[in-house]
């Protein structure tokens, strides 16, 4: 699920400077009603590898806000008046009035997140913390507490240079984290991305904050914290969640941005591989433990990216009573009048046979956000919904397969422009397609944000460069031969 938070990204010194005063005003702007109208709360848990400036990060939110009206709490190992004490005593005990905000280190994740890395828990009694967690944010968020999770990232090679460096100050050592340091950065970051995975909800969302670059993480941090209260406010009562951190002013850099799309086949190299994949799909799909397990299909991508010619060289070898293709187009009035996910559920297929989505329930987090057919809280509650739908199929046996087909806006106009002058391809564009297209960047935004958040260890994304049709083909059945074999 970090995905694009891996990636380096930027902001020079003069693009921060810039916008700093912008940071403070909206912070300003946010914390000031709150204080005045006193409506709820706010708990900022800052959590991540060490390393990463949380401290820092902290201290120019400190410099920006109100301080009157801002405490910061940390929390190592309990002393003796908290071990006589159930665990979240303390937490109780420091939370903060109406009005004002309080910033967590060592918040109620710490000590699973230890336990866990040093396998003092399994992963039955792992679980069962993570609901003990979530009962209690729930319970918070009910009673008018603003709570804003924050993961600081960092890639390995990062933080080993980040650590080298704190380690010459003396008077740093003390904020380590033993759980968080370099010897744990695999388990860490393992169970940060569990942890994100089953605790981050409409109530009580976590945000991914790429650290490599400073300026990037404050504004990360500023925006997203201004943000989510300035919502908050104007909800009212309702259980307002915040939106991913996008900075104003600084492209973001997401998962699909970092897809290469160079990527080439040559014909003869094309025909090679596509017949040696397509056989072996026609093979594995004969396997006789196919019948103990499904398999869905899932096809997403820009416009024009291809997903039809991919899903037709994907069926060709597969017996037609096995497989099923659904086409997602807008929602009936029999579907809109049930949850969204109903119209999914219904298509899932038997066990034995595969179902193959052109577009899906995906839609919810592109298409409906982007173009306000969700409202804000119902497209960012989906990613969990999303989430664990898709775990429901993997924990019954099934292969889910997910592609993101992607080309560059110079090519998705090339291929427009080429249905509009071909007869038989007319029907393939419409005045939708000129519409979205309009939204590139918003739609490329919520693509990333998709992705980030619901590539699972079950059910991962697969990024295909599709500026080359014959690549992007090949490696669909490449990857979805993988997963056969891999499971069967």
């Known amino acids: 699920m970090f995905e694009s938070a891996r990636l380096p990204q930027k902001m020079d010194k003069k693009t921060f400077k810039k916008l700093e005063p912008k940071l403070r005003e909206a912070l300003l702007a946010a914390q000031l009603p709150v204080i005045e109208k006193q409506p709820f709360s706010t708990l900022i848990l800052v ?20 301080a009157r009206h801002l405490v910061c709490n940390a929390y190592g190992e309990p ?83 980040r650590l080298k460096s704190i380690e ?71 259980h307002t969640v915040a939106a991913p951190p996008v900075v104003g002013g600084v ?13 080439r086949l040559e014909k003869p190299d094309y025909e090679r591989l596509r017949d040696e994949y397509q056989k072996k799909l026609s093979d594995l799909s004969d396997r006789k433990a196919l019948t103990k397990t499904g398999v869905v299909l899932v096809f997403q991508g820009n416009d024009a990216a291809g997903k039809g010619g991919a899903i037709r060289r994907v069926i060709r070898p597969l017996d037609p009573r096995i497989y099923k293709v659904h ?35 995906y839609e919810r987090v592109l298409v409906e956000r982007v173009e306000g057919f969700a409202g804000h809280d119902d497209w960012l509650r989906a990613y969990n919904e999303i989430n664990e739908f898709e775990q429901e199929l993997t924990d019954f046996g099934y292969i889910v397969c997910k592609f993101w087909l992607a080309i560059s806006e110079e090519e998705q106009l090339r291929r427009f422009k080429a249905r509009e002058d071909t007869a038989y391809k007319q029907h393939k564009i419409t005045d939708e397609d000129w519409r979205n297209r309009l939204k590139w960047d918003q739609y490329a935004i919520a693509a990333g944000d998709m992705i980030d958040r619901t590539s699972t260890h079950y059910a991962p994304w697969t990024l295909v460069s599709s500026e080359d049709k014959r690549h992007a083909r090949v490696e669909v059945l490449k990857t979805i031969c993988e997963r056969l074999e891999e499971k069967l």
């Open 47 to 66: 959590d991540g590898l060490d390393g990463a400036g949380k401290g820092e990060a902290v201290a120019r939110l400190y410099g920006w806000m109100d």
């Open 79 to 161: 002393m003796d008046e908290a071990r006589l004490r159930p665990p979240l005593w303390r937490y109780w005990r420091d939370l903060p009035a109406k009005g004002d905000t309080a910033i967590v280190f060592g918040s109620w994740y710490q000590s699973v997140l230890k336990d866990w890395i040093y396998k003092k828990i399994d992963e039955d009694a792992f679980e069962k913390a993570l609901v003990r967690i979530r009962r209690f944010e729930e319970m918070l968020a009910n009673e008018d507490v603003l709570i804003l999770k924050f993961w600081f990232v960092l890639p390995k090679k990062v933080q080993e240079e």
């Open 168 to 238: 010459k100050k003396h008077a740093a050592r003390h904020v380590l984290s033993d759980w968080a340091a370099l010897k744990h950065h695999k388990k860490a970051s393992e169970a940060g991305e569990k942890i994100i995975l089953e605790t981050s909800k409409g109530y009580a969302p976590w945000f991914v904050i790429p650290s490599q670059d400073p300026e990037y993480r404050d504004a990360a941090l500023a925006q997203t914290v201004a943000g989510a209260m300035k919502l908050k406010l104007e909800d009212g009562d309702g």
């Open 251 to 263: 492209r973001r850099e997401t998962a699909v941005d970092a897809i290469d799309l160079t990527a």
């Open 327 to 361: 086409p997602i187009s807008a929602p009936s009035d029999e579907e809109k009048a049930r949850p969204y996910l109903w119209r999914f559920w219904r298509r899932v297929p038997r066990k034995g046979h595969f179902a193959i989505f052109d577009r899906s329930w």
